[in-house]
């Protein structure tokens, strides 16, 4: 097979942004690029399509126009990961060689779990902002409702961008009290968490929009099933004198799917008990074999998966790909920073920023964000200034504010 001094596995925000980062940083090694799709998808504006405030079209573009020059596009699916022999096994039955790998695969979104979902997807009122044809659809089932039943649900972590389920609900909330529908609505949000959101500091202003808009909230309960043609979904709820099932009507549900570890990762060697690829989480280096380094959804760290976090991860891997190559020891950290902004409604957000163990990490001065109070500045971050940061600078390894934290002693 080929060889390649980096392979990285996934040409998604991950794996896009690792290669731009790494060809700035050093010219003239080769990279590789395994990645199947021919479309890239900026999945954090889907929120704003089932907001009815971008279009579908406005979060994709052709991967081909993404690829960093000097990078080389495989376009193939790894089918299998090889490290003691540093390799990985494509689709077509190839294999790529390589000095380092970076694993980027991202994380499988399991439908399959939930009986009846996936079947009645895009029909009888079931929508999901989690897929990029079925976002659409969300905004058109709240345009269309006046009164009724709509069900949100979240699943148990790990998902990646905990905020969104929550997120769809609000902005749909919200358009329904502007049409003076919210009082006929009845809105219920069921989450398999023992929270509203997983840092304390912000479930007091989340609270606050549950309560304005008249949410019914139900901690620990999991969508178990669903039935399309009926318009019945099935919820396992706990509480402490034990575990009930319970079956509610629906003119809408927005559901959101239980999130594995790709397949492909969880049957290698690399996979963690979870699944997930078992790294450090400062330097996100293999904790087995010292040429592999994952990040993004795919790797088996406590952050946020989001692509806030893919934005300080990526140079770290960088730093520490270059560092490996030159047979030196990882130097760079990552400190577990991700990102969720929350659209309580049109035109504010409460911008969640936190690293490991929740500790809270705002990149703009409390004056300008107001802490975990939302805010017209987080929106306007989020409609007008991420996308471009993302397309722009972080794909293309710009590294705005983000110097990776090294230890020239290590
Ligand atoms: P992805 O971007 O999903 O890319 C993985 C890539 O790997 C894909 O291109 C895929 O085709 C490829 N791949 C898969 N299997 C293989 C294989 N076997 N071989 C080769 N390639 C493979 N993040 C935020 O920061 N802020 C937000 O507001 C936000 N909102 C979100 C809202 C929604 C509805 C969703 C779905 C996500 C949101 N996110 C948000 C999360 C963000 O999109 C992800 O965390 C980010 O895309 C992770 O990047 P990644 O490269 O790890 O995975």
Redesign the pocket.
């Known amino acids: 097979g080929r060889h390649f001094n980096v392979v990285i596995?996934?040409?998604?925000?991950?794996?896009l942004a690792t290669a731009a980062s790494i060809l700035r940083r050093r010219s003239g090694i080769s990279v590789a690029i395994?990645?199947?799709?021919a479309t890239?998808f900026y999945?954090?504006g889907?929120?704003l399509v089932g907001g009815g405030v971008f279009t579908a079209e406005q979060t994709k573009r052709p991967e081909e126009g993404l690829i960093p020059s000097g990078a080389t596009w495989v376009r193939?699916?790894?089918?299998g990961f090889r490290p003691d022999r540093h390799e990985v096994a494509l689709d077509d039955g190839a294999t790529l060689s390589y000095d380092v790998l970076v694993v980027?695969?991202?994380?499988t979104l399991d439908w399959r779990a939930i009986p009846g979902l996936e079947e009645t997807l895009g029909r009888n009122g079931v929508t999901s902002?989690?897929r990029y044809d079925l976002a659409p659809y969300t905004w058109k089932l709240v345009r269309g409702l006046a009164r009724g039943t709509a069900l949100f649900t979240q699943p148990p972590m790990p998902i990646?961008?905990a905020g969104?389920p929550q997120k769809a609900m609000y902005l749909a909330c919200d358009a329904w009290r502007r049409a003076g529908a919210l009082k006929d609505m009845t809105v219920a949000f069921d989450t398999a968490t023992p929270a509203l959101f997983g840092v304390p500091a912000f479930v007091p202003p989340l609270m606050a929009y549950i309560e304005r808009y008249g949410i019914e909230l139900t901690l620990r309960s999991r969508l178990v099933a669903v039935d399309g043609d009926r318009r019945m979904a099935t919820f396992e709820r706990t509480t402490t004198e034990g575990t009930t099932r319970i079956e509610r009507g629906f003119d809408m549900l927005h559901a959101v799917p239980p999130q594995v570890a790709?397949a492909?990762v969880a049957t290698s060697p690399l996979a963690g008990a979870d699944g997930f690829v078992a790294v450090d989480p400062a330097t996100l280096r293999h904790t087995g074999f010292a040429d592999v380094f994952a990040?993004?959804?795919?790797a088996g760290t406590s952050n946020a998966?989001?692509?806030?976090?893919?934005r300080k991860q990526a140079p770290v891997v960088a730093v520490n790909v270059l560092a490996t190559l030159d047979g030196k020891a990882p130097v760079a950290t990552y400190d577990g920073y991700?990102?969720?902004?929350l659209t309580v409604e049109r035109g504010r957000i409460v911008l969640a920023e936190f690293g490991y163990g929740g500790k809270l990490e705002p990149t703009l001065p409390p004056w300008l964000l107001r802490g975990t109070q939302p805010t017209r500045l987080a929106w306007f971050l989020?409609e007008r200034v991420m996308p471009p940061l993302y397309w722009h600078a972080m794909l293309r390894g710009h590294e705005l504010m983000v110097a990776p934290r090294t230890n020239p002693g290590a």
């Open positions: 596995a996934g040409g998604g925000a991950a794996g395994i990645e199947p799709s890239h999945q954090p889907w929120t193939q699916a790894v089918a980027a695969t991202g994380l902002n989690y990646k961008c969104a790709p492909v990040l993004g959804d795919v998966k989001t692509a806030a976090a893919v991700g990102a969720c902004p989020k």
